[in-house]
């Protein structure tokens, strides 16, 4: 395997918008491509926008949702990334030939769709149904999978995506910034995203407190770590619908260090250069040599009642 450059990148999406979505993703597919990028990733429905659609019936999801991959958004994708040659990864709601949807993530290039993944534990909109397969393809040589938001938070699919070959994990998501359980969590307020050019400062505070990155390095790095991966963790920034996100978009080595990170409330992207070295270096890859399945093949393997067709219509996430 030969250094890849990737970015990932963050936006400011507009609901239900996606010749708009659209235009963004081009704009900084071509920015990336000029700075020599092989590849760029876009957060969770980034050519749909998603916390609106929590508010949607099942026509109108069915009217948003696309096929895949002779749907309208993804042509356009690969007009994109065949104009800059550059690798595009872009998230939207998908309908299949019997009207079942899907929350879905999509990798093209010049050539045409290289992946498509669907969201094992999706939520927002009580019409979605779960995926059931990972997802491992290549990039360049790489060995590259797909985990979508909530998908990261069940240590599992992380491991099992890794155990598959993985060796970067794309990670988009829309999250942070959200009431929870957990201590320090909640919104943050609307109007300070309006007034962030006249005090960036309280607005940076929320982004990076409890609410918000404070509470995704408590775990972020922990998934590359572990399973010595880089991660390419990508995010929105701004308003998505009536919730504010803080973006954080970042790529994170297999020794869990953040190469590099969005730090902007622009629409912006970070880029890192990937290399093949550290997947071996890294303690998690003699971690998983060292693992004794026997021990725990059954215990992990166990049946249970699995909760993650739980929709949680006030987009509350657990974490």
Same mark, same amino acid.
Not at 21 to 49: M, P, R, W
Not at 53 to 61: F, I, Y
Not at 64 to 92: D, F, M, R, Y
Not at 259 to 276: G, H, K, V, W
């Given at each position: 395997?030969?250094?890849?450059?990737?970015?990932?990148?963050?936006?400011?999406?507009?609901?239900?918008?996606?010749?708009? $979505?659209?235009?963004?993703?081009?704009?900084?597919?071509?920015?990336?491509?000029?700075?020599?990028? &092989?590849?760029?990733?876009?957060?969770?429905?980034?050519?749909?926008?998603?916390?609106?659609?929590?508010?949607?019936?099942?026509?109108?999801?069915?009217?948003?949702?696309?096929?895949?991959? #002779?749907?309208?958004?993804?042509?356009?994708?690969?007009?994109?990334?065949?104009?800059?040659?550059?690798?595009?990864?872009?998230?939207?709601?998908?309908?299949?030939? $019997? $009207? $079942?949807?899907?929350?879905?993530? =999509?990798?093209?290039?010049?050539?045409?769709?290289?992946?498509?993944?669907?969201?094992?534990?999706?939520?927002?909109?009580?019409?979605?149904?779960?995926?059931?397969?990972?997802?491992?393809?290549?990039?360049?040589?790489?060995?590259?999978?797909?985990?979508?938001?909530?998908?990261?938070?069940?240590?599992?699919?992380?491991?099992?995506?890794?155990?598959?070959?993985? &060796?970067?994990?794309?990670?988009?998501?829309?999250?942070?910034?959200?009431?929870?359980?957990?201590?320090?969590?909640?919104?943050?307020?609307?109007?300070?995203?309006?007034?962030?050019?006249?005090?960036?400062?309280?607005?940076?505070?929320?982004?990076?407190?409890?609410?918000?990155?404070?509470?995704?390095?408590?775990?972020?790095?922990?998934?590359?770590?572990?399973?010595?991966?880089?991660? =390419?963790?990508?995010?929105?920034?701004?308003?998505? &619908?009536?919730?504010?996100?803080?973006?954080?978009?970042?790529?994170?080595?297999?020794?869990?260090?953040?190469?590099?990170?969005?730090?902007?409330?622009?629409?912006?992207?970070?880029?890192?250069?990937? #290399?093949?070295?550290?997947?071996?270096?890294?303690?998690?890859?003699?971690?998983?040599?060292?693992?004794?399945?026997?021990?725990?093949?059954?215990?992990?393997?166990?049946?249970?009642?699995?909760?993650?067709? =739980? =929709?949680?219509? &006030?987009?509350?996430?657990?974490?």
């Amino acid at each position: 395997m030969k250094n890849l450059k990737i970015a990932t990148a963050q936006f400011e999406n507009k609901s239900g918008d996606k010749n708009y $979505n659209l235009s963004v993703i081009e704009k900084l597919s071509q920015k990336a491509a000029n700075e020599g990028c &092989d590849v760029i990733s876009f957060h969770e429905c980034s050519i749909t926008g998603y916390t609106f659609a929590r508010h949607l019936s099942k026509e109108q999801m069915l009217d948003l949702a696309e096929s895949i991959p #002779t749907g309208e958004s993804i042509l356009k994708l690969i007009e994109i990334a065949t104009n800059n040659n550059i690798v595009i990864l872009a998230g939207l709601f998908e309908k299949d030939e $019997n $009207n $079942n949807l899907f929350k879905a993530y =999509v990798c093209v290039d010049k050539n045409g769709l290289v992946a498509k993944y669907r969201k094992l534990h999706p939520f927002i909109n009580p019409y979605l149904t779960p995926g059931d397969r990972y997802c491992v393809f290549e990039i360049k040589g790489w060995k590259c999978g797909i985990l979508i938001c909530y998908d990261n938070n069940i240590i599992e699919n992380v491991r099992a995506t890794k155990l598959l070959g993985a &060796d970067i994990i794309f990670m988009p998501h829309v999250t942070m910034c959200t009431p929870s359980t957990r201590p320090g969590a909640g919104f943050v307020a609307p109007e300070l995203w309006e007034n962030r050019e006249a005090d960036p400062t309280s607005l940076r505070l929320e982004f990076d407190g409890m609410k918000g990155r404070d509470w995704l390095m408590k775990w972020l790095p922990a998934r590359a770590y572990d399973n010595a991966i880089y991660t =390419v963790f990508s995010n929105p920034i701004g308003m998505d &619908d009536d919730q504010l996100k803080n973006g954080c978009s970042m790529i994170i080595d297999p020794f869990g260090d953040v190469l590099n990170e969005c730090s902007s409330f622009d629409d912006s992207f970070a880029t890192a250069i990937l #290399t093949p070295e550290k997947c071996i270096q890294a303690g998690g890859s003699r971690y998983i040599k060292a693992r004794r399945p026997e021990l725990y093949r059954d215990i992990i393997g166990q049946n249970h009642e699995s909760e993650q067709n =739980v =929709v949680w219509l &006030d987009t509350v996430h657990k974490s």
